[in-house]
């Protein structure tokens, strides 16, 4: 199995911050024939189902602020909030879906200050 | 708009069945793969089970194989979940979710049903 390991595990951030958090693979999520890097990031809220964000490690889905930025190739991945807003208040889950089983990070908890 | 409502779920025993139902709407239900996601309490999530559009192939996580199946009619767009043989450790949200178009990722979640398996 694909293990995904995601750092930090929570962070603590004042609105208006710029944030980065990290999405490890231990293998290659980047599939040579199409070039793609089969990785998801999904937010869920408190007291919400997850949401889909960001796939193919960089493509951000409609309606999603442009303030997410999904970047990486291989087996290391980030995400960036250039500018975290109090909605963004989250735990954000990076997912690989290269090979079944696919799997998830355990998580980066967001706070605000 | 996409929309996935999931129910079924409650309070069972260890070792019974439970049978969940996810109604989906807003999309072509039989042209799309569809999953069981599932997210113990204050945890993190866990894929499940996988069926394809047209119930052709299925796959499942090794936590579940062989007491979990997945199924679908596509009549009447509804994906299910059979649980058997329940264990406290499959007390969980349990998810179902939409892979997108031409690859495996979940694009869309319903709100989740609840299973608690206890004495």
């Known amino acids: 199995d694909i293990v995904m390991t995601q750092t930090p595990s929570s962070q603590a951030v004042s609105a208006g911050e710029k944030v980065t958090m990290s999405c490890k693979s231990s293998?290659?999520?980047?599939?040579?024939?199409?070039?793609?890097?089969?990785l998801a990031w999904y937010q869920q809220k408190p007291g919400q189902s997850p949401k889909l964000l960001i796939s193919?490690?960089?493509t951000r889905e409609s309606g999603v602020p442009d303030r997410f930025i999904g970047s990486g190739s291989g087996t290391d991945f980030t995400l960036t909030i250039s500018s975290v807003q109090a909605e963004d208040l989250a735990v954000y889950y990076c997912?690989?879906?290269?090979?079944?089983?696919?799997?998830f990070g355990s998580g980066t908890k967001l706070e605000i200050k | 708009e996409v929309q996935l409502v999931e129910s079924g779920g409650g309070l069972v025993q260890p070792g019974s069945s439970l049978k969940l139902s996810c109604v989906a709407s807003?999309?072509?239900?039989?042209?799309?793969?569809m999953h069981w996601i599932r997210q113990a309490p204050k945890k993190g999530l866990e894929w499940i089970a996988l069926?394809?559009?047209?119930?052709?192939?299925?796959y499942y996580a090794d936590s579940v194989k062989g007491r979990f199946t997945i199924s679908r009619d596509n009549s009447k767009n509804t994906l299910y979940l059979e649980m058997n043989s329940l264990r406290s450790e499959d007390t969980a949200m349990y998810y179902c979710?939409?892979?997108?178009?031409?690859?495996?990722?979940?694009?869309?979640w319903g709100q989740g049903v609840m299973v608690t398996v206890s004495s």
């Open positions: 979710a939409k892979a997108a178009t031409g690859a495996w990722y979940f694009d869309y």
């Open positions: 807003g999309f072509t239900f039989s042209s799309y793969n």
């Open positions: 069926i394809y559009y047209d119930s052709s192939n299925k």
């Open positions: 293998q290659s999520l980047l599939y040579s024939e199409n070039k793609k890097n089969y």
């Open positions: 193919w490690a960089s």
């Open positions: 997912e690989q879906y290269y090979d079944t089983p696919f799997t």
